[in-house]
């Protein structure tokens, strides 16, 4: 990130690489649409190069970069005026790419996902309050520690805390006995 403050083209390049796929993961999981993800992750990175000078050096880019990538989102769904961001369908979903046999290439040794199952997860996610679903998100699927979820989030740890617990409990209750079910089959 130092290079790149300091004009060297190549750090750009090499800081997208790295960035990039893990943070429009996230966006599709906010924005539930791959089309959206990627113009929001566009709009990331012109703001990152705008505002490179503002950057800390010596501080870690990543919650500096989703912070932009977050507020981006907030804008787009603000400017949009909807009430509720839509990320229940299932068709946006990022592909994944497959061995010859229809395993996934990156997950050789994970355990596999009952389709049903994860269904009715993301359809629970999908009915959580934008905070809460935006602490699980960041939390569970995104792996980001409390800390680094609040500081992407704008908010305190406390909250980021309280956020994620609420998030957790809706989940249980959103999803009922179902869990349980297939874990005893």
Same mark, same amino acid.
């Given at each position: 990130m130092a290079r790149y403050c300091d004009g060297d083209a190549s750090a750009f390049r090499e800081l997208y690489a790295a960035v990039s796929p893990q943070l429009y993961g996230y966006l599709v999981k906010m924005a539930?649409?791959? +089309?959206? =993800? #990627?113009d929001l992750l566009q709009q990331t990175f012109l703001k990152v190069h705008r505002a490179r000078a503002a950057y800390v050096r010596g501080a870690d880019p990543l919650p500096w970069i989703y912070a932009i990538a977050h507020r981006t989102f907030i804008d787009e769904v603000r400017k949009g005026k909807r009430a509720k961001v839509n990320i229940g369908d299932g068709d946006d979903l990022p592909e994944i =790419?497959?061995?010859i046999r229809g395993d996934a290439?990156?997950?050789? #040794?994970?355990p596999r996902v009952d389709p049903e199952?994860? +269904?009715?997860t993301l #359809? =629970?996610? =999908?009915?959580?309050?934008?905070q809460q679903r935006e602490a699980v998100v960041l939390t569970k699927l995104e792996g980001k520690s409390v800390s680094e979820a609040a500081e992407i989030a704008g908010t305190s740890v406390g909250a980021m805390k309280v956020r994620a617990h609420r998030g957790y409990e809706a989940l249980r209750k959103l999803l009922g006995g179902r869990a349980k079910v297939k874990e005893a089959s």
């Open positions: 539930r649409s791959k +089309a959206l =993800a #990627d =790419a497959a061995d290439v990156d997950a050789k #040794d994970e199952l994860l +269904a009715s #359809d =629970a996610l =999908a009915g959580l309050p934008d």
